[in-house]
């Protein structure tokens, strides 16, 4: 038997042992409390389950600290024995009083069997605990027989793996060493290589840098020129318009001067004219108004220019002052 099986027997005596206490703790309460409450004052009559919890509590450390001494090899001595006797005496004589004092034979041998189940209980399971605790100690000590042997073989196979493996690590360590040494001089070659790979790369890098950099300068100085030759062309642009406007305005100038010019011989023309020598043609007439409107010339000396009366003429005087108003006037004329 190995020692889950133990520990599942174990596990079953106790479930078992336990039912076998809980039931009759139960049993035990409700058959004595009413015996305890007829022999009670009626006023006390709630103390009546007192006594039975009292000797159950009882009942319950024996069975507890029993089983507990049992599994660690020990003995309680006799006020254990005592105490487990004592309890299941009362329990036996309080579950039986009452049909003792009724004379009810039946009734006493009923209600003897769970306190006597319990006491045997009690004891059977302190005698299988105390056997299967003896047992557990003898295959313990079997074991541990066992694992000291094999611990003994596996020391006597330890030392001679480490001779071994000393012989063996003294040879490796001679091979090691040549070998490191080997390995030094190929690290110390590929070393040099690495070196020179390196001094080779950084003056690549150095000469790629450079070139770059070359590169980068040509590209600033050509980005520069471009933006030199822009600008320049933006001025040169910005020149040629701004010589283009001021020609255009001198252009205009020019042309405005001459029709200023021209239309100030027009007016003098029609103003050294003369009186008319009669009424001048409607066109001709208001063209010498204009003429005279714009010399400040009075109403009657424009009449006299035009020969048309110096209503019509203070009329072309109003228009020329008011173009909107005149043309308003025109316009109710024309209706």
């Known amino acids: 038997m190995n020692t889950v099986q133990i520990r599942s027997a174990e596990r079953a005596l106790s ?47 024996v069975v507890r600290l029993d089983s507990v001494l049992a599994r660690l090899g020990g003995h309680g001595g006799r006020w254990p024995v005592a105490l487990r006797w004592m309890t299941g005496t009362m329990t036996l004589a309080l579950n039986t009083a009452d049909s ?75 091979l090691a060493r040549e070998q490191r040494e080997h390995e030094a ?19 690549e890098r150095a000469a790629r840098e450079e070139a770059a ?17 822009r600008e320049r062309a933006e001025r040169e642009a910005a020149q040629r318009a701004e010589n283009e406007r001021r020609e255009r305005e001198q ?10 010019q021209r239309a100030a011989r027009e007016r003098a023309a029609l103003l050294e004219r003369g009186p008319a020598a009669g009424k001048l043609p409607e066109d001709e007439a208001r063209a010498i108004v204009t003429a005279a409107f714009e010399a400040a010339l009075s109403v009657r000396a424009a009449a006299e220019l035009c020969g048309w009366s110096v209503g019509w003429v ?12 005149g043309g308003a006037e025109l316009a109710i004329a024309s209706r």
């Open 185 to 203: 001089r190929l690290a110390a070659a590929a070393a040099e290589r690495e070196e020179r790979r390196r001094r080779e790369e950084r003056e």
């Open 314 to 325: 203070s009329t072309r005087y109003a228009e020329l002052r008011d173009p909107g108003h």
């Open 213 to 229: 950099r070359a590169e980068r300068e040509r590209r600033e100085r050509e980005r520069e020129q471009r933006e030199r030759e």
């Open 100 to 174: 003792a004092l009724a004379k009810d034979l039946v009734g006493v041998a009923v209600h003897s069997v769970a306190p006597l189940l319990l006491i045997v209980t009690a004891e059977t399971g302190l005698a299988y605990r105390r056997a299967i605790t003896a047992a557990v100690t003898a295959l313990e000590a079997r074991q541990r027989a066992e694992r000291e042997a094999a611990e003994q073989a596996a020391r006597e196979r330890a030392e001679a793996a480490r001779r071994q493996a000393r012989e063996e690590g003294e040879h490796a360590a001679l």
């Open 15 to 61: 479930v078992g042992t336990w039912l076998i206490v809980c039931g009759a703790m139960l049993y035990s309460v409700l058959t004595v409390t009413p015996l305890m409450a007829a022999h009670t004052p009626a006023k006390w009559a709630w103390t009546a389950p007192i006594l039975p919890l009292v000797v159950d509590a009882a009942v319950v450390i």
């Open 251 to 260: 252009a205009r100038a020019r042309e405005q001067r001459e029709r200023e």
